[in-house]
């Protein structure tokens, strides 16, 4: 009498090769979760949330300690989402170089948006009383003018960081000199405009904490910053 085993050749192939197409419909899901709409909103909400903690700590970081939260978390969500744009200058940017559809660009923008305030909302529910550091704001002497030129001024050079080394070049380490060009405006202009540089960081947490007060500077900045970060593309002044 011959004994059978309880699988043969064929049902462990049935198995192995059912499960490795499982593995790769995840793996092909995960990719999408990242890089996709979703991936922007999860991107932009622990930006927000790791910027906004860090502003709500300022006193215990100190401005420094506070840039390279920023700089530097922007840097690592760059890397986990494969490339995200996080910013809406930066989307308005890469659209201005025809390089996503309009419908595209507005859904990503949207996306950022949303988890703008999801991130706000999750840190308005850890620290309820000290929530309003986190929204960027105009400092002492700073009129909305003032405001909207320095922001649209900074924000021109962040994305003309992004064009030049992530879309042009796409260099490797362009996230981090991305994040790192974000900490050293953050140095610079966070006791002027809280160094927003990004509708999304402000976005969120000022619709949290109900704080819109100078919002021109904030709303219009980006697509200042945008079209001037394009034009410094289309220049070539970074050389080849």
């Known amino acids: 009498m011959r004994v059978r085993f309880p699988l043969d050749f064929y049902d462990i192939y049935v198995i192995i090769f059912t499960l490795r197409f499982k593995e790769m419909l995840m793996d092909k899901f995960w990719r999408k979760i990242g890089r996709g709409y979703p991936g922007e909103s999860l991107g932009v909400l622990v930006f927000v949330m790791v910027g906004g903690g860090a502003a709500i700590h300022a006193d215990n970081l100190g401005p420094v300690g506070v840039s390279l939260a920023h700089g530097l978390s922007l840097a690592f969500m760059i890397w986990a989402t494969g490339g995200g744009h996080l910013n809406p200058a930066v989307t308005l940017g890469i ?28 840190l308005r529910v850890l620290y309820p009383i000290s929530f309003s550091s986190a929204t960027p704001a105009l400092g002492p002497g700073v009129n909305v003018i003032l405001g909207m030129v320095l922001e649209s001024i900074f924000t021109g050079v962040l994305v003309w960081v992004v064009l030049v080394t992530a879309v042009d070049r796409k260099i490797k380490w362009a996230p981090l000199m991305i994040g790192l060009t974000v900490a050293g405006v953050a140095i610079v202009l966070g006791s002027s405009t809280g160094a927003s540089i990004n509708l999304a960081r402000w976005f969120g947490p000022a619709i949290m904490s109900g704080s819109t007060a100078n919002h021109w500077a904030y709303w219009l900045s980006p697509f200042a910053g945008a079209f001037a970060g394009f034009a410094l593309s289309k220049l070539k002044v970074s050389g080849k």
């Open 95 to 122: 659209f201005f170089r025809h390089k996503i559809s309009a419908i595209k660009a507005i859904s990503y923008i949207a996306c950022q948006l949303v988890g703008a305030i999801l991130g706000a909302g999750f």
